[in-house]
């Protein structure tokens, strides 16, 4: 730049503009390189139902080229960019059944209620990934934010079944056993666990397991939004459980690696065994698809949650059936739980309480076969087990005894240990306080625990308690 350049502020001053203009040009170039390659510019605001037709469709258009986790990461600021999760596909010469458009939109109406509903990112990113092997947290899911939490804590409660009491058949086994199992272990009691809840769900008949492929089995149509990965799914039948087993092992990559799509697939895979009659008949007129938008996210409805701990979509929690009067004199059936399942459920709720219209859970999922139970705490998901195979099989076992407890928080690095005292003496010292009282002086995790032992102590063994 020359002397009587830099002496005319005129001179400067257009050449400021023509640098701004420069840059926005450039910035408008890159923006269109991040889209081609799968990067977009993260939006904090939360995202409403509706709106996710249109942010769905930008993602996965972007996703429509293969991207590095490790360019996101190593070039990018995780504040500012994210990657759009492209799947893994297999061969689609493996000999499934490539979905159609017709199955798809039956997926969609079922999950969504809508065809035009499609999952949203935190959705896409789900898979299953378990904590180190051979750490505290081995035998552990890391869970993701959003309805997949849900999904995989479900399954960490048939992982946790499969590592305690199917490959042992010992009746009190350690703690320290799931610990010390091995990426193989991992592994194989993931593809264990999907592979009996699937069979259960088939009442033990036939198991479908949904992968993505490198095909594309149906266009575009008005009436369904693509999502770039269903319309690329093969359908894999099995009529023996061990197969189906052996099937989900050999391809678990598909359940469990990043870009997976693995807690979707799973789902697909879910509903395909059920079918879609008999969904129709678990369910009720409460409950007319599987997941609810809730603060800009599709959250688990109970009849998705009971799929996978008992086999079927039943809407409610309590035991049996219940007829309701309506107008008319017409009676509506509700479908609660109607019989005991290996793995069981518990409900607790500050707000619900406050309202007076806790959930009441029934017998049938408090007491299962075996002490292993999901627990739905204020919102949030966890699971609460004991190593004890007969703890539900001898009351005299249930005047003390240890539970453990994991709720997938990243803060929290081991499993915490409970001690549960049912018969010395009472949790309460005025037991004329009231429930909600209670619920103030004390975590929401006791009083989960107290909806199936009732006036139970609670010793957390040396961990600061937690509300």
């Known amino acids: ?62 996703g429509a080229s293969q991207t590095t986790t490790a360019l996101t990461h190593s070039r990018f600021p995780s504040n500012i960019l994210y990657s759009i999760p492209k799947a893994l596909i297999v061969s689609s010469n493996l000999g499934g059944q490539p979905i159609t458009l017709e199955m798809a939109a039956a997926l969609r109406r079922m999950l969504f209620g809508s065809t035009f509903q499609v999952f949203s990112y935190d959705w896409k990113r789900s898979y299953f990934r378990f904590h180190d092997p051979h750490t505290d947290l081995a035998y552990a899911l890391v869970t993701d934010k959003g309805g997949a939490a849900a999904v995989q804590m479900a399954v960490q409660v048939n992982i946790i079944k499969y590592l305690l009491f199917v490959r042992n058949q010992e009746e009190n086994v350690q703690l320290q056993s799931l610990c010390e199992i091995s990426q193989k272990d991992q592994e194989k009691a993931l593809s264990a666990a999907l592979a009996d809840i699937l069979w259960t769900a088939g009442e033990y008949q036939k198991a479908t397991v949904c992968l993505v492929t490198s095909d594309t089995y ?63 008949k678990d369910l009720d007129f409460t409950t007319t ?26 809407p409610h929690v309590f035991n049996g059936s219940q007829r309701l009067d309506s107008e008319g004199n017409m009676q509506k059936v509700l479908h609660g739980v109607s019989s005991r399942s290996d793995v069981g459920y518990l409900h607790w709720s500050k707000e619900e309480v406050e309202h007076y219209r806790l959930l009441q859970v029934g017998s049938m999922l408090k007491t299962p076969k075996l002490p292993i139970w999901l627990c739905n705490i204020n919102g949030s998901y966890s699971v609460l087990f004991s190593t004890n195979r007969l703890l539900l099989s001898d009351w005299k076992m249930e005047h003390l005894f240890d539970l453990y407890f994991y709720n997938g928080h990243p803060s929290k690095k081991r499993t915490v240990h409970l001690t549960i005292d049912t018969h010395s003496h009472h949790w309460e010292g005025n037991h004329c306080d009231e429930v909600s009282d209670a619920d103030k002086r004390f975590p929401s995790v006791e009083m989960a625990i107290r909806t199936k032992w009732e006036g139970a102590a609670i010793n957390w063994n040396g961990t600061v308690p937690f509300f």
């Open 289 to 314: 698809h599987l997941l609810q938008c809730r603060l800009g996210n599709f959250i688990c409805r109970q009849a998705l949650l009971n799929i996978i701990l008992t086999g079927r979509a039943s």
């Open 218 to 280: 149906f266009t575009p149509s008005k009436d369904f939004e693509l999502d770039h990965f269903t319309e690329s799914v093969q359908l894999f039948d099995f009529f023996e459980k061990d197969t189906t087993q052996q099937f989900l092992y050999d391809h678990i990559h598909c359940m469990k690696w990043e870009g997976s799509h693995g807690v979707i697939l799973f789902l697909y895979s879910l509903l395909f065994s059920r079918t879609f009659e008999r969904l129709q």
């Open 1 to 62: 730049m020359d002397k009587e350049t830099l002496d005319d502020p005129q001179s400067l001053k257009h050449m400021e503009l023509e640098e701004i203009t420069s840059k926005i040009s450039d910035l408008d170039k890159w923006r269109k390189i991040f889209s081609f390659h799968g990067l977009e510019i993260s939006h904090p605001t939360p995202q409403k139902c509706q709106d996710h037709k249109l942010d769905d469709e930008k993602e996965d258009a972007a």
